[in-house]
Nanobody, 124 residues
Framework: QVLLVESGGGLVQTGGSLRLSCAAS????????MGWFRQAPGKEREFVAA???????YYADSVKGRFTISRDNAKNTMYLQTHSLKPEDTAVYYC??????????????????WGQGTQVTVSS
């Protein structure tokens, strides 16, 4: 069983930045593909970014150029550095892990483990 714990959310003004962290335990972190998803009120959970165990990354078009996903296998931690935040980025951000780590998938149902989420609110 893999436990994922997000942190780093908060309230920020438009144009601001936040760094989200996802600490993993209970498994071999370096073997997993890791991803970030978000869910705004009244909307479905959506893919934000993912990083394979190889280090290859993939981003949703809505965040490309503004968000950077990274991982530190020595610390069992994944990060999402966000810049130029917009009100439409407001959501609960979730980290996820996938044991089949060779291919990036964006569908929520394809990910095996989930954290409890951290709230990001961007004020206009």
């Amino acid at each position: 069983q893999v436990l994922l714990v997000e942190s780093g959310g908060g309230l920020v003004q438009t144009g601001g930045s936040l760094r989200l962290s996802c600490a993993a335990s209970g498994g071999t972190f370096s073997n997993y593909a890791m991803g970030w998803f978000r869910q705004a009120p009244g909307k479905e959970r959506e893919f934000v970014a993912a990083i394979l165990r190889s280090g290859n990354t993939y981003y949703a078009d809505s965040v490309k150029g503004r968000f950077t996903i990274s991982r530190d296998n020595a610390k069992n931690t994944m990060y999402l550095q966000t810049h130029s935040l917009k009100p439409e980025d407001t959501a609960v951000y979730y980290c996820a892990a996938r044991t089949r780590a060779a291919v990036i998938v964006t569908a929520v149902r394809m990910w095996d483990y989930w954290g409890q989420g951290t709230q990001v609110t961007v004020s206009s």
